[in-house]
């Protein structure tokens, strides 16, 4: 059974970057077909795709975030982060993280963290 699980802050201030880290257990991160991806939810809204590192290491971003996205791995600690500078209020979210497939189906969810981006 694959788990995962958010771990970072809750609280950032504007302007700074958000680190958010996945762990993940009971399946390895570099296992082929599979997409180690970030998503959130803010507050009254849906879901929003944040980015992707595939079991290769390669990555891919939402349009509307690239510029302030970055999600790198530690395959050691079967670990992926998920950075984002430059905060404001409007990023403030539940954040998950979750295994994509390639069928794009997301059958593995952290619990989720909730990030308040405020002063």
């Known amino acids: 059974q694959v788990q995962l699980q958010e771990s970072g802050p809750g609280l950032v201030k504007p302007s700074e970057t958000l680190s958010l880290t996945c762990s993940v257990s009971g399946g390895s991160i570099t296992t082929s077909n599979y997409y180690w991806t970030w998503i959130r939810q803010p507050p009254g809204k849906g879901l929003e795709w944040i980015g992707q590192i595939t079991y290769a290491g390669s990555t891919n971003y939402s349009p509307s975030l690239k510029s302030r996205t970055s999600i790198s791995r530690d395959t050691s600690k079967n670990q992926f982060t998920l950075q984002l500078s430059s905060v404001t209020p409007e990023d403030t979210a539940m954040y998950y993280c979750?295994?994509?497939?390639?069928?794009?189906?997301?059958?593995?969810w952290g619990q989720g963290t909730q990030v308040t981006v405020s002063s």
């Open positions: 979750a295994r994509g497939g390639i069928a794009n189906e997301y059958n593995y």
